[in-house]
């Protein structure tokens, strides 16, 4: 069935005016089939996409008379297509007068029941190429044996030449937005799990602080109250004195350090006066009776923010911080530690900064409490950095909190907002003389 050049070129150009800016599969096929019809006058056509994640797997959409071939849910292996020759690269086209009787399109395994159930039996086969490789065909079919000749092949493989970019465009389309909601699904899950998390810190905190009341009001009386009575039976018994001050002396201990437990288990400072004073509350704590004395500083530019913020965000960076100034203490030896809170117009910063021998090298293979703080940091989506001192020993532990997770704008000025709060230690005499830190 020669074709008429110009009726040839009038259909290519008609065709590339329909499909443009369509975005997907069947919307191209059915307006390339319009003009196919008036060149082909088909009962039945075709497009064959390989998956480009499965390469040994088809899917097809038809026009006209529909077949299992689309009608399948699943993608169908090459190696059972009809046209598996063709897909794999093997001959260049494919043509016959009847598919019916048509020994290449049947063998054992082929997936060939619509050619029998549909009538197909006059059938061309021309590739999609893009770059060389096949990744695809265009197929067209009759009920009519020996519709078609070599000349329809030609004619339908420039059509093909003319379709595969804007096919090969739609594969691409659909892989980013495959990817793309792949990634939704991952950080929706990701988010959830972390939301998830939160709420079981949260529950662990309103726990530490139903233990921490329960020391104090049952267990914390009662030592309190063996202790007197073991200072009233010292007085009475003047030969077992000595004795029993020293036991008193022990119940003492465990008396003070009950009740450093039980306030770790809630800071109620917090709450009652800010996150920055419970900062400075923890590191007066902690460095309590140690020997040789421990220098510490809270430099606050906007602990208000995080006033301001959830409670359970509130205590979570607080337990980050109380863990880094533990860190900081039992590994490091220092003699000064500076906790700083910033801002900048993306984020807040809390960083605890010590002079000491350095816990970064030692603590990188840990799993304790680094990695709980790595923990705690992504359950209210901060980032958390470990980094060396360099210029003056020690360590940094900084955590940037992004400002949305706060619920809040940031109120830093625009002359400011690119200055990060993690900068280096810059040495500054204070007022006694005493070289100190300044960020």
């Known amino acids: 069935m020669p074709k008429n050049s110009d009726e040839v070129v009038e259909r290519y150009l008609a065709i590339s005016r329909a499909i443009a800016g369509q975005l997907d599969y069947e919307t191209v096929l059915s307006q390339v089939a319009k003009e196919v019809d008036g060149l082909f006058h088909p009962d039945h056509m075709d497009v064959a996409i390989i998956l480009p994640d499965r390469k040994d797997c088809s899917v097809s959409f038809e026009v006209g008379v529909r077949t299992g071939w689309s009608l399948k849910k699943d993608p169908a292996p090459l190696s059972i297509s009809p046209i598996r020759s063709l897909l794999w690269g093997e001959v260049p086209n494919l043509l016959t007068g009847d ?34 490789v096949v990744h695809g065909s265009l197929n067209i079919s009759s009920h009519e044996k020996d519709k078609y000749t070599q000349d329809d092949v030609e004619a339908a ?8 970019p804007y096919i090969y465009a739609l594969i691409r389309a659909d892989q980013a937005k495959n990817a793309a909601r792949a990634e939704g699904t991952a950080r929706a899950r990701e988010e959830s799990l972390r939301l998830g998390a939160l709420r079981l810190t949260e529950g662990m905190e309103k726990e530490r602080r139903r233990i921490g009341m329960d020391l ?54 917090m709450e009652l006066f800010g996150f920055a004073q419970a900062v400075e509350a923890q590191l007066e704590r902690s460095v309590a009776g140690i020997v040789p004395a421990i220098r510490t500083e809270v430099r606050d530019s906007c602990s208000s923010l995080l006033d301001a913020c959830p ?19 039992k590994h490091s030896r220092p003699s000064r530690l500076v906790v700083s809170i910033d801002s900048d117009a993306r984020f807040l910063t809390v960083a605890v900064r010590d ?10 293979r840990s799993t304790g409490g680094l990695d709980h703080m790595r923990v705690r940091a992504a359950l209210i989506s901060a980032e958390i950095a470990f980094l060396p001192n360099q210029r003056y020993g020690g360590t940094r532990v900084v955590v940037n909190l992004p400002l949305r997770e706060l619920h809040v704008e940031s109120a830093v000025p625009t002359d400011t907002a690119n200055v990060r709060p993690e900068a280096l230690y810059v040495s500054a005499p204070d007022d006694g003389g005493n070289r100190i830190w300044r960020t």
């Open 216 to 269: 104090h009001d049952q267990t914390l009386a009662d030592l309190t109250r063996i202790s007197r009575h073991v200072s009233r039976l010292g007085r009475r018994h003047a030969g077992m004195a000595s004795e029993m001050a020293k036991l008193n002396g022990e119940i003492s201990t465990c008396i003070s350090e009950l009740r450093r437990i039980i306030e770790d288990t809630k800071p109620g400072v």
């Open 355 to 364: 002079n000491g021998s350095g816990i970064v090298a030692e603590n990188r």
């Open 311 to 329: 409670e359970s965000l509130r205590t979570t960076l607080f337990r980050i911080v109380q863990e880094a100034i533990n860190n900081a203490i």
């Open 99 to 132: 598919a019916c009787e048509d020994e290449r399109f049947h063998f054992d395994g082929a997936f060939d029941a619509p050619i029998f159930d549909a009538q197909l039996r006059s059938r061309l086969h021309v590739p999609l190429r893009i770059q060389g």
């Open 157 to 164: 493989q420039q059509i093909a030449d003319l379709l595969a």
